[in-house]
């Protein structure tokens, strides 16, 4: 519980900002989670209320705190192997269709803390010569990104990560890091993260055969959703594949994609 209030019109103006920012639609329900997260920042500050954070936030003079703050309110919940399906569907129909004598590039976007991206890079080191294969981790937050880097792990989070790629890919902590595991070498050197504000326009990233773009989907609205799915259908080479959320919906959107199953699509030829 916050000590301070959060009036409407605050709210209104942090969900506004958030909203810029990153494309985030915070519903009204989601008041309380804004307050709960946002009050140390006003309370390291010495600030009396949320309307002078917003100021803070937006007046340029405290140049990370907007980052602070994007940290603050995203929502980034993930885990090993979450959704199994689609790696089944990458084991099963996305490697065998991959194109011969290129390598095979996959891309995470909104990665949060990394587990879908070492989940996927255990998957392809299992099935790939070495140095065939590359993924790309990406988010928006910066706080994240470096748990991802970081590739260490509570052991209580390896839970759904199958015993033999355990064995295979992870490091158990010994010493001051007993409890922890830490994803090997040779996978960490064939992944790269970087932030990637996904309703920004992208940098260079080059083609992918493989887009996961999972649970970030549901916190932006219908417009925002088709752009950034538009947007990344241009880095997805034809005959690729794009995997949303379980319980995201690319319908009515009228992209470059045909549905396969639920939540996996096949990019196009042409769109
Ligand atoms: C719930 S996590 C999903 C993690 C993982 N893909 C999964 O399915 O387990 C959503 C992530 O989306 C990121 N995110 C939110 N808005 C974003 C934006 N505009 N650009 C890039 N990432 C964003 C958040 O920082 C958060 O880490």
């Given at each position: 519980m916050s000590v301070y209030a959060l009036s409407d019109?605050?709210?209104?103006?942090?969900?506004d900002w958030v909203y810029a920012q990153a494309g985030i639609n915070l519903s009204p329900a989601k008041k309380p989670l804004v307050?709960?997260?946002?009050?140390?920042?006003?309370?390291?500050?010495?600030?009396?209320?949320?309307?002078?954070?917003?100021?803070?936030?937006?007046?340029?003079?405290?140049?990370?705190?907007?980052?602070?703050?994007l940290?603050?309110?995203?929502?980034?919940?993930t885990y090993f192997f979450r959704e199994p399906k689609h790696f089944d569907f990458l084991r099963d129909r996305a490697l065998p269709a991959r194109l011969p004598g290129t390598t095979f590039r996959v891309w995470s976007a909104a990665?949060?803390?990394?587990?879908?991206?070492?989940s996927i890079a255990?998957?392809?080191?299992?099935?790939?010569?070495p140095g065939t294969w590359e993924i790309m981790g990406s988010d928006i937050s910066t706080r994240v990104l470096?748990?991802?880097?970081?590739?260490?792990?509570?052991?209580?989070?390896?839970?759904?990560?199958?015993?033999?790629?355990?064995?295979?890919?992870?490091?158990?902590?010994v010493g001051s890091q007993e409890?922890?595991?830490?994803?090997?070498?040779?996978?960490?050197?064939?992944?790269?993260?970087?932030?990637?504000?996904?309703?920004?326009?992208?940098?260079?990233?080059?083609?992918?055969?493989?887009?996961?773009?999972?649970?970030?989907l549901i916190y932006f609205d219908m417009e925002t959703k088709a752009a950034v799915v538009r947007q990344l259908c241009s880095v997805?080479?034809?005959?690729?594949?794009?995997?949303?959320?379980?319980s995201e919906s690319l319908h009515g959107m009228n992209l470059p994609l045909t549905s396969l199953h639920p939540a996996i699509y096949q990019r196009q030829a042409r769109g």
């Open positions: 019109a605050e709210f209104k103006l942090l969900r307050m709960s997260r946002l009050q140390k920042r006003l309370i390291h500050f010495g600030l009396n209320s949320f309307g002078e954070y917003h100021q803070l936030i937006t007046g340029g003079v405290e140049r990370t705190e907007p980052q602070i703050a940290d603050l309110l995203t929502t980034n919940e990665c949060s803390s990394g587990e879908e991206v070492w255990m998957l392809l080191a299992s099935h790939l010569a470096a748990r991802a880097q970081s590739a260490h792990y509570a052991m209580e989070r390896a839970e759904h990560i199958p015993r033999a790629l355990l064995t295979r890919f992870c490091l158990r902590g409890g922890t595991f830490r994803i090997v070498p040779d996978l960490r050197r064939r992944v790269s993260f970087r932030q990637i504000n996904l309703i920004a326009p992208l940098p260079d990233v080059g083609l992918f055969d493989l887009i996961f773009l999972r649970n970030v997805l080479r034809p005959g690729g594949f794009f995997f949303c959320g379980h």
